[in-house]
């Protein structure tokens, strides 16, 4: 323990609140909540505290830790989930999604509502729904919603103005909100509130409100609108019917489980709407060393229902956890309704648990277990195929990419333990090469720029780095770092046409047959460093053929200048506009400075 942190030992408060504890250079290592700060911080250096190889770990790698104190440990749960959320902080219990399946997003937090399919859930307001198993699942859960209640999935900004209907509104794929004579958007947002209910998962309410509809439709003599409202409530009948999973009673609940070995766990939630299995989420969960099982399933629910899920009247554990009250007010006030945590004992709610776990373990020795025994092999062929001192389990990799010398630009990507680490992904653009290509001074310059950063802020090295090329993008690199006294680091390129290995030091190099395990985890690393870079520079590229000299005249921003590009149809039409003409667009001011301005440019 530093002098830093044993004197802020002492002078921590005994109120409820959150600590971090902070590494070298101030990176977060862990986040915590404490009903008393003072008790709680002190128990990490004592003696008699948890014997745990990763809870020593972190208490070595502490610097410095800073507290936040708050009036009630309601507060510090929030608190500790949004900290947790931002900088995810290594030693906590992160979720990370076992497959990247796709979900459905609807966008009710907007004026005119759009679905469409994303790959990650977010925190903005809109509903998600997911992931779908299998991922066509997605689409045609989407086709469905298109279908059945008319749902945009366009990306234009509409303002109900259109002179016309897009051709997805002749092929019945949606109702048209850009034409106001069409449909209203009060009649638009109705549909899309039925969408949602459909997504949810509740159907009985959501045919209810459609019955209504109908009788009303019928009522007014709007018999073509009834018709589709009686089509799509004999469709939603027909798919309630369909449905494997049922229950007795009509519960609407969330069932967790998961099952673990050492420091990895798989957790699956089966969501229950009107007594139906409608959905299944599956985290995988690693370096649960220092955490128990109670601890795994509290944080988990904090974090599961942070991604914006719809939260369920009920939700079942496997196992009771300490803070299990104190969670469920956070809930209450989230949804601003019941929430309940349970821990079913007996009877078929347990054994609905025990089936969740089931599942669980499944997945674990399917995806987990396989994948981990895949994966650790390929890593310890690759060591002992380089002579490495010890297993890669941290590999970063770099790449460039350029077109003829422009927009030079560079990228670096992580695999940990053979996946990749996309939070630690960084891109570069090269400053000291110009005009004509020159893959080794860039590559020199990126290498020793990012690890003179890792050895200012006393940040962890690779265990291997991987240079995309050959020879001389490798000598390069190894100059760099021998430069900054960090040849101890291994470093291997692999050159694309031959798919050959090259180490420093060594002439000739080593030529693997494709069906290598190593070979082919080297070229999956080299391809997400290429495919990083690449899409860096075409944004780079787009950004560069887009400018025009309107971006450099003061007042004109995007709005304006897509307003007169619209307005003269072209940057040339601008050019030759007379101060009247822009007048009409700008206003006087604003026109004679345009006017001006161009003039002097051409």
Same mark, same amino acid.
């Given at each position: 323990?530093?002098?830093?942190?044993?004197?802020?030992?002492?002078?921590?408060?005994? /109120?409820?609140?959150?600590?971090?504890?902070?590494?070298?250079?101030?990176?977060?290592?862990?986040?915590?909540?404490?009903?008393?700060?003072?008790?709680? &911080?002190?128990?990490?250096? $004592?003696?008699?505290?948890?014997?745990?190889?990763?809870?020593?770990?972190?208490?070595?790698?502490? $610097? %410095?830790?800073?507290?936040?104190?708050?009036?009630?440990?309601?507060?510090?749960?929030?608190?500790?989930?949004?900290?947790?959320?931002? @900088?995810?902080?290594?030693?906590?219990?992160?979720?990370?999604?076992?497959?990247?399946?796709?979900?459905?997003?609807?966008?009710?937090?907007?004026?005119?509502?759009?679905?469409?399919?994303?790959? !990650?859930?977010?925190?903005?307001?809109?509903?998600?729904?997911?992931?779908?198993?299998?991922?066509?699942?997605?689409?045609?859960?989407?086709?469905?919603?298109?279908?059945?209640?008319?749902?945009?999935?366009?990306?234009?900004?509409?303002?109900?103005?259109?002179?016309?209907?897009?051709?997805?509104?002749?092929?019945?794929?949606?109702?048209?909100?850009?034409?106001?004579?069409?449909?209203?958007?009060?009649?638009?947002?109705? =549909?899309? %509130?039925?969408?949602?209910?459909?997504?949810?998962?509740?159907?009985?309410?959501?045919?209810?409100?459609?019955?209504?509809?109908?009788?009303?439709?019928?009522?007014?003599?709007?018999?073509?609108?009834?018709?589709?409202?009686?089509?799509?409530?004999?469709?939603?009948?027909?798919?309630?019917?369909?449905?494997?999973?049922?229950?007795?009673?009509?519960?609407?609940?969330?069932?967790?489980?998961?099952?673990?070995?050492?420091?990895?766990?798989?957790?699956?939630?089966?969501?229950?709407?009107?007594?139906?299995?409608?959905?299944?989420?599956?985290?995988?969960? =690693?370096?649960?060393?220092?955490?128990?099982?109670?601890?795994?399933?509290?944080?988990?629910?904090?974090?599961?229902?942070?991604?914006?899920?719809?939260?369920?009247?009920?939700?079942?554990?496997?196992?009771?956890?300490?803070?299990?009250?104190?969670?469920?007010?956070?809930?209450?006030?989230?949804? $601003?309704?019941?929430?309940?945590?349970?821990?079913?004992?007996?009877?078929?709610?347990?054994?609905?648990?025990?089936? &969740?776990?089931?599942?669980?373990?499944?997945?674990?020795?399917? %995806?987990?277990?396989?994948?981990?025994?895949?994966?650790?092999?390929?890593? !310890?062929?690759?060591?002992?195929?380089?002579?490495?001192?010890?297993?890669?389990?941290?590999?970063?990799?770099?790449?460039?990419?350029?077109?003829?010398?422009?927009?030079?630009?560079?990228?670096?990507? &992580?695999?940990?333990?053979?996946?990749?680490?996309?939070?630690?992904?960084?891109?570069?653009?090269?400053?000291?090469?110009?005009?004509?290509?020159?893959?080794?001074?860039?590559?020199?310059?990126?290498?020793?720029?990012?690890?003179?950063?890792?050895?200012?802020?006393?940040?962890?090295?690779?265990?291997?780095?991987?240079? %995309?090329?050959? !020879?001389?993008?490798?000598?390069?690199?190894?100059?760099?770092?021998?430069?900054?006294?960090?040849? @101890?680091?291994?470093?291997?390129?692999?050159?694309? !046409?031959?798919?050959?290995?090259?180490?420093?030091?060594?002439?000739?190099?080593?030529?693997?047959?494709?069906?290598?395990?190593?070979?082919?985890?080297?070229?999956?690393?080299?391809?997400?460093?290429?495919?990083?870079?690449? /899409?860096? @520079?075409?944004?780079?590229?787009?950004?560069?053929?887009?400018?025009?000299?309107?971006?450099?005249?003061?007042?004109?921003?995007?709005?304006?200048?897509?307003?007169?590009?619209? @307005?003269?149809?072209?940057?040339?039409?601008?050019?030759?506009?007379?101060?009247?003409?822009?007048?009409? &667009?700008?206003?006087?001011?604003?026109?004679?400075?345009?006017?001006?301005?161009?003039?002097?440019?051409?």
């Amino acid at each position: 323990m530093n002098e830093v942190v044993s004197q802020k030992l002492d002078e921590l408060p005994s /109120t409820s609140g959150v600590y971090l504890f902070r590494g070298r250079g101030g990176q977060i290592l862990y986040v915590g909540k404490a009903r008393s700060l003072r008790g709680r &911080v002190r128990s990490y250096f $004592q003696d008699s505290r948890l014997e745990s190889p990763r809870l020593d770990r972190l208490v070595e790698a502490i $610097q %410095d830790l800073e507290v936040i104190a708050t009036d009630t440990e309601k507060e510090a749960l929030v608190l500790e989930n949004n900290l947790i959320k931002t @900088h995810k902080p290594r030693y906590n219990v992160l979720l990370r999604d076992d497959k990247n399946h796709p979900y459905l997003k609807l966008t009710v937090n907007e004026t005119y509502p759009r679905i469409y399919v994303v790959r !990650k859930p977010g925190d903005d307001g809109a509903v998600y729904t997911g992931p779908y198993v299998p991922a066509s699942l997605a689409r045609r859960s989407m086709n469905l919603v298109h279908r059945l209640f008319g749902v945009r999935n366009c990306s234009e900004k509409l303002d109900g103005h259109r002179s016309r209907p897009c051709l997805q509104f002749q092929i019945k794929r949606c109702v048209a909100p850009c034409v106001e004579s069409v449909v209203s958007l009060e009649a638009y947002r109705q =549909n899309v %509130d039925s969408a949602k209910l459909f997504l949810q998962g509740k159907n009985e309410t959501l045919i209810s409100s459609l019955r209504k509809q109908m009788y009303g439709a019928a009522e007014e003599e709007r018999f073509e609108v009834a018709a589709r409202l009686r089509d799509t409530i004999h469709t939603l009948e027909d798919l309630g019917s369909r449905q494997k999973m049922t229950s007795v009673r009509r519960e609407e609940r969330d069932i967790f489980g998961f099952y673990r070995e050492g420091d990895q766990a798989v957790l699956q939630i089966f969501s229950m709407r009107s007594g139906k299995i409608v959905d299944r989420d599956s985290f995988t969960l =690693n370096d649960l060393e220092a955490h128990d099982d109670a601890d795994l399933i509290g944080a988990s629910i904090q974090q599961y229902y942070e991604l914006g899920r719809y939260l369920p009247a009920e939700i079942h554990v496997p196992v009771d956890f300490v803070e299990s009250a104190l969670v469920a007010e956070w809930l209450i006030a989230k949804k $601003q309704g019941r929430v309940e945590i349970v821990c079913p004992k007996r009877g078929g709610k347990r054994r609905m648990v025990e089936l &969740v776990c089931r599942n669980a373990k499944l997945a674990f020795e399917l %995806d987990v277990r396989e994948e981990g025994r895949q994966t650790s092999g390929r890593l !310890k062929a690759l060591a002992d195929l380089l002579e490495l001192p010890e297993v890669p389990l941290r590999i970063e990799a770099f790449d460039i990419s350029n077109i003829q010398g422009s927009d030079i630009v560079a990228s670096m990507v &992580v695999f940990e333990r053979g996946h990749p680490s996309r939070s630690d992904y960084r891109k570069f653009k090269v400053r000291s090469v110009a005009g004509k290509p020159d893959d080794f001074a860039s590559m020199h310059e990126i290498v020793r720029r990012h690890y003179r950063r890792v050895l200012e802020e006393g940040n962890e090295f690779p265990d291997l780095v991987l240079i %995309d090329g050959g !020879k001389g993008q490798l000598s390069a690199a190894q100059k760099a770092l021998g430069e900054l006294g960090l040849l @101890h680091i291994p470093m291997v390129s692999i050159a694309k !046409k031959e798919e050959v290995l090259f180490r420093p030091g060594t002439p000739d190099p080593i030529v693997l047959p494709t069906s290598s395990p190593s070979l082919q985890l080297m070229q999956r690393i080299r391809d997400e460093a290429h495919r990083f870079a690449v /899409t860096f @520079h075409r944004k780079r590229r787009k950004v560069r053929t887009l400018h025009s000299n309107l971006d450099d005249i003061l007042g004109i921003g995007p709005k304006k200048k897509k307003l007169l590009l619209t @307005h003269f149809k072209s940057y040339r039409g601008v050019r030759e506009a007379s101060t009247e003409e822009l007048e009409s &667009v700008l206003g006087r001011k604003l026109a004679e400075r345009v006017r001006l301005q161009l003039a002097e440019m051409n």
